[in-house]
T-cell receptor, first 117, second 116 residues
Framework: GAVVSQHPSWVICKSGTSVKIECRSL??????MFWYRQFPKQSLMLMAT?????????EQGVEKDKFLINHASLTLSTLTVTSAHPEDSSFYIC?????????????FGPGTRLTVT | GDSVTQMEGPVTLSEEAFLTINCTYT??????LFWYVQYPGEGLQLLLK?????DKGSNKGFEATYRKETTSFHLEKGSVQVSDSAVYFC???????????????FGKGTLLTVNP
């Protein structure tokens, strides 16, 4: 089946530093990738949608200069949290949609736990 | 905007008990509805879906019917197993304005624990 991986699975960084999270589709090509954020006991909130080779489309209220998304290939998207602060601590989840698949078919990664100290 | 409200957990049941997790939604247009399941340490997986009113989605003994009149998509299973222990998310899907991208809107998730 379609598998999406994320790396790292958890990361701790100091306030003011930047951290990069990778999302890979392992056995399929993903024309579209999605980044979500999840707070404890809250729903997944879509942060941005990225199509390979294009700039990401950010949801309202998400700072594009703080959360840099690069979808450079059909199997890799990265989310960089720049100048991280404790309020950025959260669970970040990516998903990917395969080329030619139905619009709703997204395959999710296991998530990355970010803690900013 | 679109929103999903689902039953807050956690829900704890004994094996072979009947399960219902309530889900209601608010949306413009005609969304598709989904249930996702997340097992410990894994990513969300699509459990079942319904794309129009009165459709029933089913998979692995789970069922949910798209009720437009009550804007609901309740998840049910007649006899749960220990292996069903997971977090369940209700979601609705629709196209963003302009039709460029498809967006999923999730509920908060319900933790189900099934005891032997």
């Amino acid at each position: 089946g379609a598998v999406v991986s994320q790396h790292p699975s958890w990361v701790i960084c100091k306030s003011g530093t930047s951290v990069k999270i990778e999302c890979r589709s392992l056995d399929f090509q993903a024309t579209t990738m999605f980044w979500y954020r999840q707070f404890p006991k809250q729903s997944l909130m879509l942060m941005a949608t990225s199509n390979e080779g294009s700039k990401a489309t950010y949801e309202q209220g998400v700072e594009k200069d703080k959360f840099l998304i690069n979808h450079a290939s059909l199997t890799l998207s990265t989310l960089t949290v720049t100048s991280a602060h404790p309020e950025d601590s959260s669970f970040y989840i990516c998903s990917a949609r395969a080329s030619g698949s139905s619009s709703y078919e997204q395959y999710f990664g296991p998530g990355t736990r970010l803690t900013v100290t | 905007g679109d929103s999903v409200t689902q039953m807050e957990g956690p829900v704890t049941l004994s094996e072979e008990a009947f399960l219902t997790i309530n889900c209601t939604y608010t949306a413009t247009g005609y969304p598709s509805l989904f249930w996702y399941v997340q097992y410990p340490g894994e990513g969300l997986q699509l459990l079942l879906k319904a794309t129009k009113a009165d459709d029933k989605g089913s998979n692995k003994g789970f069922e949910a019917t798209y009720r437009k009149e009550t804007t609901s998509f309740h998840l049910e299973k007649g006899s749960v197993q220990v292996s069903d222990s997971a977090v369940y998310f209700c979601a609705l899907g629709g196209w963003l304005s302009g039709g460029s991208n498809y967006k999923l809107t999730f509920g908060k998730g319900t933790l189900l624990t099934v005891n032997p």
